[in-house]
């Protein structure tokens, strides 16, 4: 009697997960683009920030694009060091900046790109850090990017 028990409950278990993976299989992606609104292409040209994705559909991203970010400030290039400061221009404490720098040439082609965290790792809205890395190439300095998480 118990067998028969553990056996029809091993049945249900089965049955049941059966239809949960199939739904899980089946139910179409999430890909967060819900949290942003559609617009009909005739409004592109009035959009900040867009985004068409591969069903067509066209997702207004401006207020993710109009909103101010961290900022660079001035870099500097001196005795062998390249330095600068950014700033937290977001509404939120921002942690784990990575700067992004690269050096060009003459001819204007990347012959150093690294990344240096800035001083202090983490920044207030407002507040802004120093970052400052050694280098041995000579040319323009250009800021590639900054990231960060908040």
């Known amino acids: ?74 870099v500097f290039r001196s005795n062998g060091y390249i330095s600068g400061n950014i700033i937290n221009k977001t509404d939120k404490t921002v942690h784990d900046i990575r700067v992004t720098y690269e050096v060009l040439n003459a001819g204007g082609t990347v012959i150093e790109r690294d990344s240096t965290s800035t001083n202090p790792q983490a920044l207030a809205p407002g507040e802004s850090a120093m970052f400052k890395v050694i280098t041995v190439n000579s040319g323009t300095v250009r800021i590639a990017s900054v990231i960060w998480n908040v």
């Open 1 to 74: 009697m118990t067998t028969l028990k553990i056996l029809c409950l091993t049945a249900s278990f089965s049955v049941a997960s059966i239809f949960s993976i199939a739904e899980i299989i089946f139910s179409p992606p999430s890909y967060g683009f819900e949290t942003y609104p559609l617009v009909s292409s005739q409004s592109i040209d009035e959009l900040i920030c867009y985004m068409q994705i591969t069903d067509g559909r066209i997702l207004d991203l401006s207020d993710l694009c109009s909103k101010p970010q961290v900022e660079i400030g001035e």
